[in-house]
């Protein structure tokens, strides 16, 4: 009988305790107790910042784009096709309908440069060649964003959104559809190299 009255005595003062924390204010609790709403909240904001895509200036990667140089070495009689001994070594066997644009003559021992688009050289197959053109020292290859101020069939002029003009022949370069639609006011992209003092594209994309 004891026994029971000392075990009842024990849960009414557990109870009495157990009150007495839950009633105290959250200030006054260890602060590894105190719900982290607000950190949480702050964390969760962070996540989502970090793991938004970053918004890119620019169309295209680019990767995408590349200049393959080296000298011919040899060229068909018929002149349909010639090897062209790369910079880095390899040789290439090349048909001239494989380029979309020829700016350069191809003729045993002259050098020439090819604006590509596609992964670094492994096949010919595996990439676009756009333009052949005369080689030089350096090649930049640059991406404009602008307007249309004038359109024809083999060349085209852009404002660009710095407010530069800039002039370009376009024989058989890659173009989006809707791209250059219309005499002037096309918004596009346009990924270039310079040859010679002109700019030719390696491609041409809609703009925003």
Not at 148 to 169: I, P, Q, V, W
């Amino acid at each position: 009988m004891r026994k029971q009255v000392y075990m009842t005595a024990v849960a009414v003062m557990a109870g009495v305790l157990l009150a007495s924390g839950c009633s105290k204010n959250q200030d006054e609790m260890p602060s590894s107790l105190v719900p982290q709403t607000e950190t949480a909240t702050e964390s969760e904001a962070s996540f989502e910042t970090e793991t938004t895509p970053a918004q890119t200036e620019e169309p295209a990667e680019a990767g995408r784009y590349h200049m393959l140089q080296g000298t011919v070495i040899e060229e068909k009689e018929d002149g349909s096709a010639f090897t062209l001994l790369a910079d880095d070594g390899k040789e290439y066997e090349i048909s001239l309908s494989d380029i979309r644009d020829v700016e350069t003559e191809i003729a045993e021992d002259i050098q020439i440069a090819i604006a590509y688009i596609g992964e670094p050289l492994g096949k010919l197959e595996d990439v676009d060649l756009v333009v052949a053109l005369p080689e030089q020292e350096e090649w930049t290859i640059s991406t404009e964003e602008g307007t249309t101020t004038a359109n024809a069939m083999s060349s085209f002029a852009m404002k660009t959104a710095d407010g530069r003009e800039l002039s370009f022949l376009k024989d058989n370069c890659p173009i989006e559809d809707g791209a250059l639609s219309e005499d002037s006011g096309d918004s596009i992209w346009v990924t270039y190299v310079t040859s010679e003092g002109m700019n030719f594209p390696v491609e041409i994309e809609k703009g925003e």
